[in-house]
């Protein structure tokens, strides 16, 4: 028979009453952000376990009692730890209306919804990447078939006849030269479309179309009736919306650069970024032809 004895676990340090890594309001005391948080104030990952449950394979689907504290603390407008109106997937990294990353919890599987939607969206942004690729080659292809068209070659020097005759200033040479790059600028596209590299360029370009708007009904689909529900506030203290944060993650899906190319137009850029000899010597031939008339 074992003598009667107390036996009490704890770690050096200890003090009754005082909890050593958060404070009864669910901040993190010093200790707990050196020990929970990155540098930038987010939590680290042995924070994210700490404050997460789990389902039978791992994934978090949830917060502890702990954890549902900590985020109310920080702003998050959560009612229990497995809040169905305002969650989304798992920690993710997204950007704040200030600009500013933050950190929002998972506590539903509606985050699991925004996290297929996310992969969706990423995996036809690769897609479009290489389809950008490909699209870049036929406008070369397709500028090139069209500056070495005599079609359009009779078009443009028409568009210089109408430019600079009408205005009685075909002797001069600066504007002789601006009015051939501009009929240039004018017809080579006109013509380069007519061509099958062409033809795969404007497919590219409703494919395009199509992919954002397509993540477009995603992000309305996701954000439904929730839009505006307040679902904390940043560093700055500036709050952010459900809203907010499915915005900034669907777009942070999608490579920036297929926003930049949708917006200035595959055909201006792949004419113009770059040095395309044949278009040059289009433009030197207009101008030696005009002359001559």
């Given at each position: 028979m074992?003598?009667?004895h ?12 005082i ?18 948080s990155?540098?930038d ?12 449950t789990?389902?039978?394979?791992g ?18 407008n ?24 933050t ?42 078939t ?25 002797d ?61 506030r ?52 207009l ?7």
């Amino acid at each position: 028979m074992l003598p009667n004895h107390i036996e009490h676990h704890g770690i050096k340090g200890m003090r009754w009453g005082i909890r050593r890594y958060q404070n009864p309001d669910g901040t993190l005391t010093e200790a707990g952000k050196r020990r929970y948080s990155r540098s930038d104030g987010n939590l680290n990952e042995k924070g994210q376990r700490h404050f997460s449950t789990f389902d039978k394979n791992g994934r978090p689907n949830g917060l502890t009692p702990r954890g549902l504290a900590y985020f109310r603390s920080q702003g998050y407008n959560l009612q229990n730890n497995n809040d169905p109106s305002y969650s989304l997937y798992a920690y993710s990294k997204v950007s704040s209306p200030s600009g500013r990353d933050t950190f929002v919890p998972n506590v539903s599987a509606i985050g699991q919804d925004i996290d297929a939607a996310t992969a969706n969206v990423r995996q036809r942004s690769g897609q479009m990447m290489e389809d950008t690729a490909r699209a870049f080659e036929d406008v070369n292809s397709a500028v090139k078939t069209a500056a070495t068209s005599k079609e359009a070659h009779d078009a443009a020097m028409a568009y210089m006849k109408r430019d600079l005759v009408s205005a009685n200033m075909v002797d001069d040479r600066d504007l002789v030269r601006l009015s051939a790059e501009d009929a240039a600028h004018e017809v080579i596209p006109a013509y380069a479309k007519k061509t099958e590299a062409g033809k795969r360029v404007d497919a590219y370009i409703a494919s395009m179309q199509q992919f954002y708007s397509d993540a477009k009904k995603e992000t309305e689909r996701l954000i439904a009736d929730k839009k505006d529900v307040v679902i904390g506030r940043d560093r700055d203290g500036i709050e952010y919306t459900y809203k907010d944060v499915v915005n900034a993650t669907i777009a942070k899906a999608s490579d920036p650069y297929l926003a930049y190319v949708s917006r200035h137009g595959v055909w201006e850029i792949g004419m113009y970024s770059d040095d395309i000899p044949e278009v040059d010597s289009f433009v030197n031939q207009l101008i030696e032809d005009f002359s001559k008339t």
